[in-house]
Each structure stands twice: as C-alpha cells, then as structure tokens.
C-alpha cells in the first residue's frame, strides 16, 4: 500500500486547509484511515480517523469541531478539511492505513493499530 499526502502549506491563524491522501495498492475501502501529526519536538500525535464505510469517525479533543476528515472510497482518497486553525496545529500531518480487524471495526487512534505510513505533508500556521 502506498499512501501520498498532499495540501499541505502555510496559512494564518483562523484560515483553512484541506488535506488528501490517496492510496494505491490495495483495495481502499478494506482499511480504517487515520491522520497524524508531528510538531518539532514533539511525539506523533492521533488527530482523527474514520472506518472504512466512512461511517464511523474519531476526532481528538484538540481538533473537535474545527477538523473534518472524509473519504471517497471511488477515489481511493481520505481528506482533513481544516478550518479555525490554530498556531499550535502547526506540524507535519501523516495519513495512515489501517488494514487489521474485521470491517466493522472501529476506527483507532492508536500507532501501532496502522500499518502504512504517508510520507507526511507539513502544515504551517502563523500567529
């Protein structure tokens, strides 16, 4: 599975972005997908998944109510619309597949749940 993330890019505070990230490889509806995020100096990060039907989704606190993940399994493509953002969002963002469990399971915010990386795409928000 190969996974490419794009859309990333400098914004101001308060301003939007989208993100995409396409797959190849594999059958995209058969793995749950996540996004991630890494700031300098920072641990990776959980930020929000969704199931494979797209159904079921996982927001992290932080990001609630501001970020938007969706998928488009014709497209073999998830997408983090990003609005309201903040300097703190700052990082390089990484979409994630998730291929283990039974389609009914749901979407993790856990690392070690995924198990191919994107090459991460880096979003930077000025104050």
């Known amino acids: 599975v190969q996974l490419q993330a794009s859309g990333g890019g400098l914004v101001q505070a308060g301003g939007s972005l989208r993100l995409s990230c396409t797959a190849s490889?594999?059958?995209?509806?058969?793995?749950?997908m996540g996004w991630f995020r890494q700031a300098p100096g920072e641990e990776r990060e959980f930020v929000v998944a969704v199931s494979r039907s797209g159904g079921i989704t996982y927001y992290a606190d932080s990001v609630k109510g501001r970020f938007t993940i969706s998928r488009d399994n014709a497209k073999n493509t998830v997408y983090l619309q990003m609005n309201s953002l903040k300097p703190e969002d700052t990082a390089v963002y990484y979409c994630?597949?998730?291929?283990?469990?039974?389609?009914?399971?749901?979407?993790?915010?856990?690392?070690?749940?995924?198990?191919?990386w994107g090459q991460g795409t880096l979003v930077t928000v000025s104050s």
């Open positions: 994630a597949a998730d291929l283990g469990g039974s389609y009914y399971k749901r979407p993790s915010p856990l690392t070690d749940e995924y198990d191919y």
């Open positions: 490889g594999h059958t995209f509806s058969s793995f749950n």
